[in-house]
């Protein structure tokens, strides 16, 4: 069972706007930056969205994330065939003397 | 542009201590104010953190596995090392080691990725 809360899957045809939620508390998403990655299958992830909204050098500005209270959104518009893939959302969280948490992620399927 | 290799053996016997080390190129770890991290996945499962080490050499491990855990830094080497000792199946996974995105990010998340490495336990 992970500290943050994601839906397993998602989908969408290309062109479209799909978003990926993540829900954590006031000891993660609530009081800590969230950040997003990219993991296509067999290969490692790859950072899309750092401090809840920057894109690193490089990352298409399909890609935005944002953060409301404790929850995030991860939003991917003109969905391309290439964006399949899981995607993780991972926050540090205060209680426990500190640590990292991870969302279970989310497989998103291009239809 | 920072890159980071994962090493060491790819078969572990259970009962015994896992033993990889992450070699960083591209970039000096001496040149301060990064966190080097181990993420591990099992298979077909999802990320877990394990803990990362700063520069400095001050540690944060993860709650679950922190009595088992030791992660060093050797910045004359440019590695960083991770043991996680008596080993069970469950610890069967793909390791990555990791670097924070830039050096004034403290929220310590990982930024650029090592490819991985397989670790096996089995007897």
């Known amino acids: 069972q992970s500290v943050l809360t994601q839906p397993p899957s998602a989908s969408g045809t290309p062109g479209q706007r799909v978003t990926i939620s993540c829900s954590g508390s006031s000891s993660n998403i609530g009081n800590n930056y969230v950040y997003w990655y990219q993991q296509v299958p067999g290969t490692a992830p790859k950072l899309l969205i750092q401090r809840n909204n920057q894109r690193p050098s490089g990352v298409p500005d399909r890609f935005s994330g944002s953060k409301s209270g404790t929850s995030a959104s991860l939003a991917i518009s003109g969905l391309r065939s290439e964006d399949e893939a899981d995607y993780y959302c991972a926050a540090w969280d205060d209680s426990l003397s500190g640590h990292v948490v991870f969302g279970g992620g989310t497989k998103l399927t291009v239809l | 542009q920072v890159q980071l290799q994962e090493s060491g053996p790819g078969l572990v016997k259970p009962s015994q201590t896992l033993s990889l080390t992450c070699t960083v190129s591209g970039g000096s770890m001496d040149s301060g104010g990064y966190y080097w991290s181990w993420i591990r996945q099992r298979p077909g499962k999802g990320l877990e953190w394990i803990g990362f080490?700063?520069?400095?050499?001050?540690?944060y491990y993860n709650p679950s596995l922190k009595s088992r855990l030791t992660i060093s830094i050797d910045t004359s080497k440019n590695q960083f090392s991770l043991k996680v000792r008596s080993v069970t199946a469950a610890d069967t996974a793909v390791y990555y080691c990791?670097?924070?995105?830039?050096?004034?990010?403290?929220?310590?998340?990982?930024?650029?990725w090592g490819q991985g490495t397989l670790v096996t336990v089995s007897s």
């Open positions: 080490i700063y520069y400095s050499g001050s540690t």
């Open positions: 990791a670097r924070s995105p830039d050096s004034y990010d403290t929220s310590g998340l990982m930024g650029y």
